[in-house]
């Protein structure tokens, strides 16, 4: 299984981006059962989570990302997206997709890079 990233980019204060994650070879079963989403990790900071896809369907955000960040998903595509909005250069991070299964196995996608100016 692999989780295939892309995105990454560099935006101005106030714009937008979308980033994208496929879980290639993930049975589609697997992939509509797991928890899955985005965790973040800025230079000199642990990772954080962004926005996921928690047991149940719930979704759930990081308080720094409310109203501005969407995340949502196609599981025909075993895709899920992050739309991002209104961006600060606080968000500058790299982002990873993260999935965990119904068997508690675990995995990362490669990170991509986003870059917002001031």
């Known amino acids: 299984v692999q989780l295939q990233a892309s995105g990454a980019g560099l935006v101005q204060a106030g714009g937008s981006l979308r980033l994208s994650c496929r879980a290639s070879r993930m049975i589609l079963s697997t992939f509509s059962s797991s928890v899955k989403g985005w965790y973040r990790q800025a230079p000199g900071k642990q990772r954080e989570l962004v926005a996921e896809?928690?047991?149940?369907?719930?979704?759930n955000y990081a308080d720094s990302v409310k109203g501005r960040f969407t995340i949502s998903k196609d599981n025909t595509k075993k895709t899920i997206y992050l739309q991002m909005s209104s961006l600060k250069p606080e968000d500058t991070a790299v982002y990873y997709c993260?999935?965990?299964?119904?068997?508690?196995?675990?995995?990362w996608g490669q990170g991509t890079l986003v870059t917002v100016s001031s």
């Open positions: 993260h999935t965990v299964t119904s068997a508690r196995t675990e995995y």
């Open positions: 896809f928690s047991t149940g369907g719930s979704i």
